[in-house]
C-alpha cells in the first residue's frame, strides 16, 4: 500500500442614442474585454484548477499518496464541465524534482522551472470516470513510477518515470494535470506532486509541530463573537482535529476568552462545543497551551506606561485562571513548560517578562531575530538572547503556515497538497541528518484555520515516513540547538531583531483604565460573589480593550467602552444631599450613603470644611461599620475620615462636629476606594448654624450689665436733679 498521505474526499447599460454612438460603445467595449482579457490571464501562467470561460474546471478531492517502490502515485481529481464528458481528456506532465525552495514557490504559480521528464498522450476522461460515468465519485489515477529503471506497481494508463539512477531518485516532484475541452479547446490546469520515497534504512525524520489556535471570530471591541458563523466555524476545527486523525500530535491554543463566552453561554451548542473542547485536551499526545485572555504582542505590553510587564501578567493570569476553572480541561504546566507563540518581535523587556511567567520557550517569526538569513530553512533551535534572558526559541515556517489559514482558494485539498510537499522538500533539502530537526505551522495572528486544509494536512502526516508530527514540547525535546546541516552552519545564539512600535496603542488610556479598575477592584472585590463578578468583567474588558486584532480606534473605542461600564457600576453610589441644623454648640450629625448595587462596598469616607471642628469620637455607624476616625487640620480646614463598609441600601454614619460660626455653609463629603484613590461618590451638605458661643454669651451678659448700670444711674441722678428743682420752686 502506499504511504498514507491524503485520504478519500466527495466535491465541494447605457443604450446609445445615435447609431455612431453605438458602434463607438461597441468599440470600446471590445478594446477594455480583450486588454482584460490579456492582463488577467496571461499564456501558461493561469493560477492551478482554473478553467477558461465556460470551460471545464479541475480540482484535487484529497491530497495525492506518497510513491515508492512498492506503492503507486495514488490520486483523485474532481471534475466538472459545461460541455460533454466524452469531450474531455486529461494530459500529464512530469517534471524534474524541486532543489530548494525557492524553486518551490515557483511552481505555485503553476509554472515550474524544471525540466520536463515525461508526458502523457491525451487520456480520454470517460475511461477514467468510475460509476458508470458519474464524474460526481472523482475521476482516479494509479501511477506507476518508474525508478532507478524499475517499475512499481500501478495501473496506468501513463508510467511516470523519474530518470535517475537506483538510491536517488526520491525527491518532490512536480506534476501537471491539464483538463481539455476537445470541442471548445479550452483547458483547466491544476499542479500538484509527485513524491517519492524509499523508506528502508532508518531516517531520521523531520519534527512537524503544527500549532491550532482555537477561537471564535473576534469583534470590533475584542470580546469573541459568540455568532451560529463562529460556532459552526470552531465546530468544524474541531472536527478536524479528532476525526480520523486522532492519533496524530497537535498543539491546541485556546483562547481563554472564547472559553469564557462558551462556558457562559446558555446555548446548547456552545455548551456542546465547550464539552467537545474538553475531550480534545485530555488526550495524551496533545498538547494544550496556556496563553493570555486575548491575542496580545508581548513586546507592547511590557512598555514603561504600561507598568512594565503588569499588563502582560495580568492578561496571562487570567488566561490561566480561566482554563484551569473549566472542568476537565488540561493544560501544560503554565508556570515552567508553556510555550509562547509569537507573531511578532520579542525584544529584551518582554523576553524577560515572559521567563518570569513561565514561558521559558518560545516560538518567533524569522522576520523577528536579526543577523543572516539562513542558507536552508531553519530547523534547528536557538537561544535568544535578549540581554535580560536567554532562553530557547525556535522558528515558525510563514510559508507552511499561511496554507494552513483560510483563503480565497476553492480547493483545500490542493492547500494541504502544497504544505505537506513543502514539508516534505525540507526534509529533502538534509535527508537522512544524524540529529533531529523540526518546523512549526502555525496560522498568523488573526488568520482563522481552513479546517478541511486542516483536516487533509493531519490526515496527509498519519504514517508519512519523512514528516513526524509532534508537540512543541516534543520538538523543544528532540531538536539540538545550532549544528551544521547539509553542509550549512545553523546559528545556534541569535539576538532579537528591534522593537515593534507602540504608536497605536493607546497607552496612556489603558494605564488611566487600569487605575481606576485597580481602586474599584480595592472597594469591591472579595466582599460577596457578586462584587467579584462584577470586577472579573470589568477586567476581562480591559484585557480585550488590549486585543492585537483591534485598529488603535477599536483599542481606544473598547477602552471607552471600560470606562462606560465603570462608570455604570459607580452610579449605584450616592451620597444624600439635605439641609443640617445646628441648634446647639455641638452635634453629631448623620451622613447618608445610599447603595443599590447588590454587592457590599468599602469606601473610605471623608467630610471637610473650614467652618466646623470635628471630634475624634465621630464616625458613629448607624447601620455601617467604620473603623477609628482620623481628624486632620490644615490651613484653616478640618476633616475627618473613616474606613467603612456599606452593606445595606441605606447607610447612616454619625459625624460629630462643633460650628465655629453661626450662619449658613457648605461641607463636603467624598467616598474614595481605599486604594488608588479612585472617587466612588461625593456630595455636599448645607449646614445652617443657630448656635451661640459661650464668649458670645459672656459679652452679652456683661453688656447687659454695664447697659443696665448705667442705665440705673442715670435715673438716679435724674431724680435727684428733679427734687432739687422742686425744692428751688417751693423756697419764699
Known amino acids: 500500500m502506499a504511504p498514507a498521505r491524503g485520504g478519500d474526499r466527495t466535491d465541494r447599460r447605457r443604450q446609445c442614442r445615435t447609431p455612431v454612438a453605438r458602434i463607438v460603445a461597441v468599440v470600446l467595449v471590445t478594446v477594455v474585454v480583450a486588454v482584460a482579457l490579456a492582463v488577467g490571464t496571461p499564456t501558461g501562467t493561469r493560477p492551478a484548477g482554473a478553467a477558461g470561460p465556460s470551460g471545464p474546471s479541475l480540482t484535487l478531492l484529497a491530497p495525492p499518496t506518497i510513491a515508492g517502490p512498492t506503492a503507486p502515485f495514488s490520486v483523485r481529481l474532481g471534475v466538472s464541465a459545461g460541455s460533454t464528458y466524452s469531450q474531455l481528456t486529461l494530459g500529464l506532465t512530469l517534471y524534474e524534482h524541486v532543489s530548494d525552495p525557492t524553486d518551490f514557490d515557483q511552481t505555485l504559480k ?38 532507478g529503471g524499475v517499475t512499481g506497481p500501478g495501473t496506468g494508463p501513463f508510467t511516470a518515470d523519474l530518470d535517475c539512477p537506483i538510491g536517488q531518485c526520491t525527491g ?40 491550532v489556535p482555537l477561537a471564535l471570530p473576534s469583534s470590533s471591541s475584542g470580546a469573541p463573537s459568540v455568532t451560529t458563523a463562529g460556532l459552526t466555524s470552531l ?13 496524530v500530535p497537535v498543539t491546541l491554543a485556546p483562547e481563554p476568552a ?6 457562559a453561554d446558555p446555548d446548547a451548542r456552545a455548551k456542546a462545543l465547550l464539552s467537545s473542547l474538553v475531550a480534545l485536551t485530555a488526550e495524551p499526545y ?36 480561566v482554563l484551569d476553572g473549566v472542568p476537565g480541561l488540561r493544560t501544560t504546566d503554565c508556570a515552567g513548560a508553556n510555550v509562547w507563540v509569537a507573531n511578532g518581535t520579542l525584544e529584551s523587556a518582554a523576553l524577560g517578562a515572559l521567563a518570569a511567567l513561565g514561558d521559558n520557550d518560545v516560538v518567533v517569526p524569522p522576520g523577528s531575530v536579526a543577523g543572516p538569513a539562513p542558507s536552508i530553512t531553519p530547523t534547528r533551535r536557538f537561544t535568544l538572547d535578549g540581554g535580560r534572558r536567554t532562553g530557547n526559541a525556535v522558528m515558525s515556517d510563514p510559508g507552511l503556515s499561511g496554507r494552513l489559514a483560510s483563503t480565497s482558494t476553492t480547493d483545500p485539498a490542493l492547500a494541504a497538497d502544497q504544505l505537506l510537499a513543502e514539508a516534505e522538500l525540507d526534509y529533502y533539502e538534509a535527508p537522512n541528518t544524524p540529529d533531529a530537526r523540526g518546523v512549526v505551522v502555525t496560522p498568523p495572528s488573526g488568520g482563522q484555520i481552513d479546517p478541511t486544509v486542516l ?19 516534543t520538538l523543544f525535546a528532540d531538536v ?19 522593537v515593534d512600535s507602540t504608536a497605536g496603542l493607546p497607552t496612556a488610556a489603558l494605564a488611566s483604565a487600569r487605575a481606576q479598575l485597580t481602586g474599584f477592584s480595592a472597594a469591591v472585590a472579595g466582599s460577596s460573589a457578586a462584587g467579584n463578578a462584577i470586577v472579573s468583567g470589568l477586567g476581562d474588558l480591559l484585557l480585550e480593550a488590549e486585543s492585537d486584532q483591534l485598529t488603535s480606534a477599536q483599542q481606544r473605542a473598547a477602552v471607552g467602552h471600560f470606562e462606560d461600564a465603570l462608570r455604570h457600576q459607580l452610579s449605584v453610589l450616592s ?15 448623620p451622613i447618608t450613603v445610599v447603595k443599590t448595587a447588590p454587592y457590599p462596598v468599602q469606601a473610605v469616607l471623608t467630610v471637610t470644611s473650614d467652618k466646623i471642628a470635628f471630634s475624634s469620637g465621630s464616625a458613629q455607624p448607624a447601620n455601617a461599620e467604620c473603623r477609628r476616625p482620623v481628624v486632620t487640620n490644615s490651613d484653616g480646614r478640618s476633616s475627618v475620615s473613616s474606613l467603612c463598609t456599606f452593606v445595606h441600601g441605606t447607610n447612616a454614619v454619625y459625624i460629630e462636629m462643633r460650628s465655629r460660626v453661626s450662619g449658613d455653609f457648605r461641607m463636603s463629603v467624598t467616598l474614595d476606594s481605599p486604594q488608588a484613590g479612585l472617587a466612588l461618590a461625593s456630595g455636599e451638605i448645607t449646614v445652617r448654624s443657630l448656635s451661640t458661643s459661650v464668649v458670645a454669651i459672656v459679652l452679652t451678659v456683661v453688656a447687659g450689665a454695664v447697659l443696665l448700670g448705667w442705665w440705673g444711674r442715670t435715673m438716679r441722678r435724674t431724680r435727684r436733679a428733679r427734687g432739687a428743682h422742686r425744692q428751688r420752686a417751693d423756697a419764699p
Open 235 to 247: 465546530t468544524d476545527e474541531l472536527r478536524a482535529v479528532s476525526g480520523a486523525q486522532a492519533g
Open 575 to 589: 451620597i444624600t444631599s439635605h439641609e443640617v441644623r445646628l441648634t446647639s454648640h455641638t452635634a453629631s450629625v
Open 286 to 321: 496533545r498538547q494544550t497551551l496556556c496563553g493570555t485572555f486575548v491575542p496580545v504582542n508581548a513586546s507592547v505590553l511590557v512598555t514603561p506606561r504600561l507598568g512594565g510587564a503588569t499588563e502582560l501578567a495580568a492578561q496571562l493570569h487570567r488566561g490561566t485562571e
Open 110 to 147: 503553476g509554472s515550474p522551472v524544471e525540466s520536463v521528464l515525461a508526458r502523457s498522450d491525451a487520456i480520454a476522461l470517460s475511461s477514467l470516470i468510475p460509476d458508470a460515468g458519474d464524474p460526481g465519485a472523482g475521476v482516479d489515477l494509479t501511477v506507476p513510477v518508474t525508478a
Open 480 to 498: 539540538p540547538v545550532g549544528g551544521t546541516v547539509a553542509g550549512f552552519a545553523e546559528l545556534s545564539n541569535r539576538r532579537p531583531a528591534g
Open 172 to 211: 518532490v516532484y512536480p506534476l501537471l494535470f491539464t483538463l481539455t475541452d476537445t470541442a471548445t479547446g479550452t483547458e483547466a490546469r491544476l499542479l500538484s506532486y509527485l513524491v517519492y520515497t524509499d523508506p528502508s534504512g532508518d531516517i531520521e525524520q523531520l519534527r512537524m509541530a503544527v500549532v
Open 455 to 473: 483536516a487533509d494536512v493531519l490526515t496527509g502526516l498519519e504514517n508519512n515516513p519523512m514528516v513526524d508530527p509532534v508537540t512543541l514540547a
Open 258 to 263: 472564547t472559553v469564557a463566552a462558551l462556558a
